[in-house]
């Protein structure tokens, strides 16, 4: 486990004081978290990113020609 010194506004802390109070979670687990939250979204960006380099519009319009045109 690392330690790390973080400052933040005093707003932004007295609005996080507020939220693990009313989750009944501790400002560190929730700061963890916020942060796991943050590293996955960027994560999956990149993916999505790498992905779209893969595909082509031949390839997705093939596909989408396979689906039949009838009323859901």
């Known amino acids: 486990m690392t ?5 933040i506004p ?3 802390h007295a609005t996080v004081k507020q939220l ?3 989750e009944g979670i501790s400002i560190n687990q929730f700061i963890t978290l916020a942060l796991a939250e943050k590293v996955t ?3 999956t960006e990149e993916y999505l990113e790498e992905r779209a380099k893969r595909g082509s519009r031949e390839k997705f319009l093939a596909a ?4 039949p045109d009838v009323e859901p």
């Open 3 to 7: 330690t790390i010194s973080l400052r």
């Open 10 to 12: 005093e707003s932004l």
């Open 20 to 22: 693990v109070k009313r």
């Open 41 to 43: 979204a960027i994560a």
């Open 64 to 67: 989408m020609a396979k689906v």
